[in-house]
């Protein structure tokens, strides 16, 4: 049986001097949810890990490094879906979480499916996770654009607003068959307090089947879960399109019914992936067995280590 790995560090307008971190980002988050996979790992494992890198990454859009609410805090949301159980497990609008990610696995082996704010904390030093002051989350970055938000007065930076990152995710094949799809995301810039997008969503941000394949979603929540994205994406699979094919569909939809501005990455049941987005650039990286390296990218070209 084969194996595959694939990966997101968000879509949108990432700026020209942070590619190379987000190239990078996805680089070290492919590669660790990889060797776990290669070792025998499951799918879930992979996931989880391979997200927990790019959380604890401050350049992405997850875990330090978010984006702020209005209010100037960073309110996380995250999610995992186990393709074998079609078990999920997902938080939202989290204050004091550094790795929602575990915290999503630890909802997904509970009997529930969704907990949201003061109650999933809750859950999380119930089940032995330390909570985190709100201000641990937050980097020099994002406060000053924060401040250049409410210096303007406005809810976006611009007619042609497009924020500078988003939601990372993964999915995974392993050994045995199984498919994993996790996300984690600060949502969008100087989103309202208790804005929750699509990523906490079942079958908008994300899904997982080991009868058909698994999808992670990156780009805004609303037109994303408006849309049903990551099912949209999984009904094309199920019609016999590759990964590739199902992706490209699913963002065509939804540029034509919702003019939404997204991007997806797909493994399917046979370990082949996929991937596509309308967004400006999305960062993102595949390990796939036979390959000997990672594809890595953030533009429409292959990323290379800028030379010294
Ligand atoms: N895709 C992340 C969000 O809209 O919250």
């Given amino acids: 049986m084969t194996v595959a790995m694939i990966v997101h560090g968000g879509a949108w307008a990432i700026p020209d001097d942070q590619v190379d971190a987000h190239a990078r980002g996805c680089l070290t988050a492919v590669r660790t949810g990889y060797a776990i996979l290669r070792d025998g790992g499951s799918a879930l494992d992979a996931v989880e890990a391979a997200i927990r890198v790019m959380e604890d990454d401050p350049i992405f859009d997850a875990g330090r490094g978010s984006c702020l609410t209005r209010d100037g805090e960073v309110e996380l949301d995250a999610s995992l879906m186990d393709g074998a159980t079609l078990n999920v497990g997902a938080v939202a609008c989290v204050k004091h979480i550094a790795q929602p990610i575990h915290l999503a696995r630890l909802v997904l082996e509970s009997p529930h499916v969704l907990l949201v704010g003061e109650g999933a904390e809750r859950f999380a030093q119930q089940h032995g996770m330390p909570l985190c ?19 303007r007065g406005h809810t976006h930076l611009g007619d042609a607003f497009e924020p500078r990152a988003d939601t990372v995710g993964a999915v ?17 810039p100087n989103k309202l307090p208790g804005r929750v997008g699509d990523v906490p969503l079942v079958g908008c941000g994300f899904y ?9 979603c990156t780009g805004f929540g609303e037109a994303i879960a408006r849309m049903a994205l990551a099912h949209r994406t999984m009904q ?30 797909v493994v399917d049941r046979l370990g082949r992936v996929g991937f596509a987005y309308n967004t400006k650039r999305m960062a993102r990286a595949f390990l796939t067995e036979g390959m000997a390296r990672p594809y890595v990218a953030v533009d429409r070209t292959e990323w290379k280590e800028p030379e010294d």
């Fill in 236 to 265: 094309g699979l199920e019609a016999g399109l590759t990964p590739a094919e199902a992706a490209e569909r699913a963002i065509q939809t939804l540029a034509a019914r919702v003019s939404g501005t997204a991007g997806l990455i």
């Fill in 172 to 188: 995974a094949l392993d050994a045995s068959g199984n498919i994993a799809a996790g996300l984690s995301t600060g949502g969008t």
């Fill in 133 to 151: 002051a709100n201000e641990d989350l937050i980097v020099e970055r994002e406060r000053a654009i924060w401040q250049e938000y409410q210096r």
């Fill in 208 to 216: 997982a089947d080991n009868a058909v394949g698994g999808v992670a």
